[in-house]
Nanobody
Framework: QLVESGGGLVQVGGSLRLSCAAS????????MGWFRQAPGKEREIVAH????????FYADSVKGRFTISRDNAKNTVYLQMNSLKPEDTGVYYC??????????WGQGTQVTVSS
């Protein structure tokens, strides 16, 4: 089970930090990622991080503004979001990938960036 928190309403240029708490230590061995879905759009990958934290990936739209990290001692993955823009608005989902597919999903947390 994955549980996201940290979403909310923020002004343009502001920051938020999302957290994703995993219920089991097995998630520590998974690739973990953050996705988002804006109204009327498909879900898209935002960032992902390897089990060790040594390898990360970012969508072009968030490079230089967002940082994904993980603390396996706390079974938690984070997404630090800075310099937020209105187009960052959406529901953000945490996901876990034990093998070839994203098999585990959280319920999502709403992020709204107001101008």
């Amino acid at each position: 089970q994955l549980v996201e928190s940290g979403g909310g309403l923020v002004q343009v240029g502001g920051s938020l930090r999302l957290s994703c708490a995993a219920s089991e230590r097995t998630f520590n061995s998974y690739l973990m990622g953050w996705f988002r879905q804006a109204p009327g759009k498909e879900r898209e990958i935002v960032a992902h991080i390897s089990w060790s934290g040594g390898t990360t990936f970012y969508a072009d739209s968030v490079k230089g503004r967002f940082t994904i990290s993980r603390d396996n001692a706390k079974n938690t993955v984070y997404l630090q979001m800075n310099s937020l823009k209105p187009e960052d608005t959406g529901v953000y989902y945490c996901a876990g990938r034990p093998a070839a597919t994203w098999a585990y999903w959280g319920q999502g947390t709403q992020v709204t960036v107001s101008s």
